[in-house]
């Protein structure tokens, strides 16, 4: 601590020599390309979907059709409740199996074999989105319609959510795969969190005698809103999820859906199926509208997620000095 | 007493179970993936998958134009995304007094959870609409998706200089830009091309921008304001269409893109193992 | 010691460095063509795009400098792309409504082959052999029928043991050519289709779910049992996928194939509009379903189309040489190219039609200049 500050006191009083300067704005106006990047994002995004704004305004997103045929009537709600959904399903079964990873690589696993497994969940993260969906096409699919989804439906038929005809993907299917997607960011922030807890912490439990699992209740609850952004992350990656989605949901545009097991459309789905055809400057628009909402919801969840974790990371560090 | 203990340590033993559990898991998909390319692609691998171009309807060829494609694009997207990737990550690490590196650095966490469609979309309105599909196109949406790992590992690598470094070599009248670049950031130029390298891996396999800004390409690479054949599209496209010998090239093309993502990985594990040490 | 490590390390990454160098130059390294190289891209249906990519290859063999780049973004998109000017020439199996003619002036039409949709489906354990009829596809695809076992199916299929399940329908996602033919169909066939559903590259489907690309419902078909969908024929046949029969006006069944096509297309009125005119009318469908003397007439048949500018100087970066090539591209496929159709099952184009289409590439033109004598 105190190197820094005297280091910074002869940087400010050496830093008239020009050399430094030039390279100091040069490395500033770098940084600073990044903010106009976004800044730029923002502009074109909204120029491009100058044209929907115009028609449909800000009702844009709670517009229910999508007819590129007749009335050129466009509306992203159901691709905004698609996303949410294939989302909500992949946080609800990935969470726990995350958050069990994170306390496995922080608090249980030895040095060594922890190295090699936290290798492996980064492998999950390395595999590319259209692998993901090849192999839900080709693998998954005909395993859960065959061997899982009939008996879901034999036992929870009667409910709305699980009648209906089963044809292997669809909502259920393309959240399961999300859930997959998503364990590498939610474990290993999660890890980093728990492990930045400071031992001071355990070491007063288990001398109280806590069991292993006791220990880890404390641990989770100190690093609580950590372990919380670190799942809001994880929910900013699946609702940007393009190739696997597109590839497993089914591909149609309806309000809701009749069942778990039948197809949706989420918005980055239906961006990636007809940005490339779509047939008059409207309908271009409407989807460049559609890449804005998604930008936009995107944005205000990873922005929700740093804040809080940076929160975290700040209050565990400052503790562990006082 | 002893009944409460015993219930304890059950619900110890059960959480263990559990943790455990969560592991096993999730790696079950990961080895089903594994396992289903491997086995389908290699069926697809050899002399001619290396050496012929994209084939028609019932030839034989090869994924050599998609390797050249997707090369010069990464590479294009490489000298666009790293030296700004680098540069921010020096600002954000040497000049964190500036005011300049809160909202920096900011906005290089929100840059990477941008959804990797959306960074399409902005080169398709920014570049296809003046330039036309092309590598330019494609390489500019993906350098902005290399631009915040670059920074972020950087970043990091060049926190883990020690301070002493940059202090003797300033008391050895060393400019401190001089310091920068030959000394700092030689030091920790292994944390920097791990970065790069974890760059290259992520947009290797992203086909969602390129599906936007370049499209499908059969050639070899013609100018860059014009499309390349890229890998991942192509693994897209051909996968699950009719003809056998586009099946097959994309599964072999799945294979190829998992084993040189997997290279990476593990050269990555293998450069940073000395991370801890200086 | 350090020393020796930072020599490998260079080499290694001059060697990498080379090796990357030598695979991005590797095409390169090829003699070079003498004659100019250039590349022409097209876009549209992918209802012949194994057609149109076996002729890309193949004249690539006859003229090495000429590259063609043709993406199958479906019918939808290739009208927008010639629209936008973004391609040279495009491929679409509807011909241009008159509300895209006029945004598209001077659009000539070439009907470069024609190809039929196939009914697929999926039924374990059933033969091959299932009959359909339009009224019946109407209805499954209007999701009034949803049961295989359905009486109406029964009726048409009585040797076969349809299964009490759920019938899954599967149509196109993306703006298509093949949903125009195939819904010009049940247009044809049904006045409620018609004045609730209609024609078009894009139609609000009642029921199902929604495939990419030819591909992408041959895909889903031969994935999900139970399963029906419709299909440019030769992605059925390529994936091995069963196929229907179909009822057509002469009462007779009649599978997608080779020969059925031809006598639907022999069917086909005579008089074809001029390459400069609207198509908006010529339909092969509607020629079939009234004629009953058609016996093996199979009645989903239809044209696919090139779409070209008659006046090429108004697409940016054309000069006179490659809008030359252009045209002997086209030429070339009416002619040469038609020889490589039926392997692929696609009609080879009848002599009056190869004459109009003659008739309409000699009007082509580059700064008012006729490129085709």
Known sequence: ?322 | MMDNYRIRKIKDRLMRILVWSSLIIAMIPLFSILLDVFVNGARAIDMDFFLLPTPTVGEKGGIANAIQGTLITLGLASIIGVPIGIMSGIFLSEYHDSKLSQPVRFINDVLSGFPSIVVGIFGYVLIVSVIGFSVIAAAFSLAIIMIPIVTRTTEESLRMVPVAIREAALALGIRRWKTIIFIVLKGARKGVITGILLALARIAGESAPVLVTMGYWRWWFSGLNRPASNIALNIYLFAISPFENWRTLAWGSALFLILMILGISILVRVLTRGKYEW | MDLNRNRKIFLVAVTAIITIGLVIAYPYLIPAEPEREITINGAGASFPFPLVDKWIAEYNKVKKNVKINYQSIGSGGGIRQHTEKTVYFAASDAPLTPSQAANASNTLHIPFTIGGVAIIYNLPGVPKDIKFSGEILVDIFMGKISKWNDPKLVELNPNVNLPDKDIIVVHRSDGSGTTFVFTSYLSEVSEEWKANIGRGTVVNWPVGLGGKGNEGVAGLVSQNPYSVGYVEFIYAKKNNIAWGYLKNAAGSFVEPSLDSFRAAAAVAAVTLPKGYESWAEVSIIRDVVRNTQAVDAYPITSFSYFLVYKELNVLPNMDEYTARQLVEFLWWTIHDGQNYSAELDYVPLPSNVVARNEETIRMITFNGKQLKG
């Open chain 1, 1 to 322: 601590m105190k190197s820094k500050t005297s280091f910074s006191k002869i940087v400010y009083l050496k830093a008239k020599i020009e050399g430094d300067e030039i390279f100091r704005l040069v490395s500033a106006l770098f940084a600073l390309a990044t903010i106009l990047l976004v800044g730029l994002m923002v502009y074109e995004l909204t120029r491009g979907s100058w044209l929907s704004l115009q028609k449909f305004g800000l009702w844009f997103i709670m517009g229910t059709s999508w007819d590129p045929v007749f009335t050129l009537n466009f509306g992203a709600l159901p691709l905004i409740l698609g996303t949410l959904t294939t989302s909500a399903i992949a946080l609800a079964m990935g969470v726990p199996i995350s958050i069990g990873i994170g306390l496995l690589l922080s608090e249980y696993i030895p040095k060594r074999l922890g190295f090699f497994v936290s290798f492996m969940v980064e492998l999950l993260a390395a595999i590319p989105s259209v692998i993901y969906g090849l192999w839900g096409i080709f693998v998954l699919i005909p395993f859960l319609r065959n061997n899982v989804y009939p008996y879901i439906q034999a036992v929870l038929g009667s409910l709305p959510l699980f009648s209906g005809p089963i044809y292997g993907g669809g909502v259920l299917t393309a959240g399961i795969v999300l859930a997959i997607m998503i364990i590498p960011i939610i474990s290993s922030v999660s890890r980093d969190v728990l492990s930045a807890v400071p031992h001071s912490q355990r070491e007063a439990v288990i001398s109280l005698g806590a069991t292993k699992w006791e220990t880890c209740k404390i641990v989770m609850s100190y690093a609580k809103p950590g372990v919380i952004g670190a799942i809001i992350l994880g929910l900013g990656r699946a609702i940007g999820e393009t190739m696997a989605v597109t590839m497993l949901i089914g591909n149609k545009f309806k309000v809701l859906p009749s069942s778990f097991f039948d197809a949706w459309y989420t918005m980055a789905a239906i961006i990636a199926n007809e940005f490339t055809e779509a047939t008059s400057d409207v309908y271009v628009s409407a989807l460049i509208h559609v890449g804005l909402t998604l930008f936009l919801i995107s944005l205000i969840v990873n922005v929700i997620a740093r804040l809080i974790v940076w929160r975290t990371l700040r209050l565990v560090k400052g503790v562990s000095r006082g």
